[in-house]
């Protein structure tokens, strides 16, 4: 079985796996992964609020 990819919260693509970083990030608006994995591992409800609130966040802070 293959491992599906996150998708980006902002632009809902998958995102990308990359060894620089050691993070999964979107191709196509450079989010990180960070907010995603929360919303994987946590509950979902409860982690996609957690997720797009970190997300806004993150590109607030302009990262």
């Not at 060894?19 to 979107?26: F, I, M, N, S």
């Amino acid at each position: 079985m293959s491992a599906v990819p996150p998708k980006c919260l902002h632009c809902k693509r998958d995102l990308r796996y990359d060894l620089a970083h050691l993070r999964y990030r979107c191709p196509a608006c450079d989010a990180s992964d960070a907010p995603a994995d929360i919303w994987r591992t946590g509950g979902k409800a409860l982690g996609r609020q957690v997720a797009r609130l970190l997300h806004q966040v993150e590109q607030w802070l302009g990262k």
